[in-house]
């Protein structure tokens, strides 16, 4: 599905140049879940924005689903993230003003997709992530985990082909973050989502299918957790973060 052939990206001036990204390549297969760590500075951010399109590279291609999303104009931009892209974010930023309902259907009521439409849409994502019976309430009046599931639904709901995640659980508390994680791997496992996550947190990680270490903007190394328990998971991608060099506290 996503294809990462050899992006670099610099930042600055002649005289004063950074590279953020040095020819990083890897690809994403549709049903995947995949986990980017690295200590802060190491690319990882970066390489997220450039894939979702916030940010462009400076060499290499983006594919996906077979479309280099550098040659994509303003128009044909925005287009893409609408239908192509799906966001978690840390604070969900739903509205308050609008129903659960109308927050889920707000992206594909822009698009000026028939209001029958959304609301099958909106009425399939929602029972598949338990919410069904929420859609009538406000933000304002739903606990936190449900605001996760609403987010996680809006993030879905037009068929998007990728779930972009930018370190997701970093506002939350545990058990909130294991709440959400757990709605992620659902929506991997049971959804066939295909989800890439950004985070400093190994915990988070080891809910991962595969995890793609970053150091110095290159692909340091990568783990499959394959038919081992997640905890067991958890501990191989400590030991790799060890390996990153520094203190491990920095990235976890």
């Known amino acids: 599905?996503?294809?990462?052939?050899?992006?670099?990206?610099?930042?600055?001036?002649?005289?004063?140049?950074?590279?953020?990204?040095?020819?990083?390549?890897?690809?994403?297969?549709?049903?995947?879940?995949?986990?980017?760590?690295?200590?802060?500075?190491?690319g990882k951010t970066t390489l997220l924005n450039c894939i979702s399109t916030i940010d462009t590279i400076s060499a290499g291609k983006i594919l996906l689903n077979g479309v280099n999303i550098a040659d994509l104009g303003e128009e044909e931009l925005?287009?893409?993230?609408?239908?192509?892209?799906?966001f978690v974010f840390q604070d969900f930023n739903l509205l308050d003003t609008l129903t659960v309902e109308e927050n889920?259907?707000?992206?594909?009521?822009?698009?000026?997709?028939?209001?029958?439409?959304?609301?099958?849409?909106?009425?399939?994502?929602?029972?598949?992530?338990?919410?069904?019976?929420?859609?009538?309430?406000?933000?304002?009046?739903?606990?936190?985990?449900?605001?996760?599931?609403?987010?996680?639904a809006r993030a879905m709901v037009a068929g998007q082909s990728l779930l972009l995640a930018d370190e997701p659980t970093g506002a939350l508390d545990s058990k909130a973050s294991k709440n959400l994680l757990e709605i992620m791997s659902s929506m991997n496992q049971d959804m066939g989502a295909t989800i890439l996550m950004v985070t400093h947190d190994a915990y988070s990680a080891s809910?991962?299918?595969?995890?793609l270490f970053l150091k110095d903007g290159r692909v340091f190394n990568e783990l499959l957790q394959g038919k081992r328990g997640r905890p067991v998971f958890y501990h191989e991608i400590l030991d790799v973060l060890a390996a990153l060099g520094g203190d491990v506290s920095d990235v976890i």
Not at 15 to 37: P, Q
Not at 207 to 211: F, G, L
């Open 104 to 152: 889920i259907g707000l992206a594909l009521s822009l698009n000026h997709i028939a209001p029958k439409t959304v609301q099958d849409r909106v009425q399939n994502v929602a029972q598949k992530l338990g919410i069904a019976d929420i859609l009538l309430k406000f933000p304002y009046q739903i606990s936190g985990g449900q605001k996760q599931r609403t987010a996680c």
């Open 78 to 86: 925005a287009k893409f993230r609408r239908e192509q892209l799906g």
């Open 207 to 211: 809910y991962a299918k595969r995890v």
């Open 1 to 42: 599905m996503l294809q990462v052939q050899n992006i670099e990206k610099y930042y600055g001036s002649k005289n004063n140049v950074t590279k953020a990204l040095d020819r990083v390549s890897f690809d994403v297969e549709a049903g995947e879940f995949l986990a980017i760590m690295g200590a802060s500075g190491s």
